[in-house]
């Protein structure tokens, strides 16, 4: 049974950091692309970062920067390391693992308000 299970979320001042880990099982992990979206109230799900099985990565312009995705094979975990963080960071963070299916975890609230 695949699980994608998301942490890190919470609320913190702008300016702040906060680190994202998505703790994955039941496919295998290496071979598989994984990214990180977000879902803001009354908007679209948007992609934030991806990182391939090869380890190339992929940006939002928005977090260009300021975010880091990683992945830890041996751990089959993904990361999504946020500094700088702004209000308009603030949503619900998805996991999302790709290749031969598409898996999703059931996401992070990240709220950043002083």
């Known amino acids: 049974q695949v699980h994608l299970v998301e942490s890190g979320g919470g609320l913190v001042q702008p300016g702040g950091s906060l680190r994202l880990s998505c703790a994955a099982s039941?496919?295998?992990?290496?071979?598989?692309?994984m990214s990180w979206y977000r879902q803001a109230p009354g908007k679209e799900r948007e992609l934030v970062a991806s990182?391939?099985?090869?380890?190339?990565?992929v940006y939002a312009d928005s977090v260009k920067g300021r975010f880091t995705i990683s992945r830890d094979n041996a751990k089959n975990t993904a990361y999504l390391q946020m500094n700088s963080l702004k209000p308009e960071d603030t949503a619900v963070y998805y996991c999302?693992?790709?290749?031969?299916?598409?898996?999703w975890g059931q996401g992070t609230q990240v709220t950043v308000s002083s």
């Open positions: 990182v391939g099985s090869s380890g190339s990565t």
């Open positions: 999302n693992a790709r290749f031969v299916y598409a898996y």
């Open positions: 039941g496919f295998t992990f290496y071979t598989y692309a």
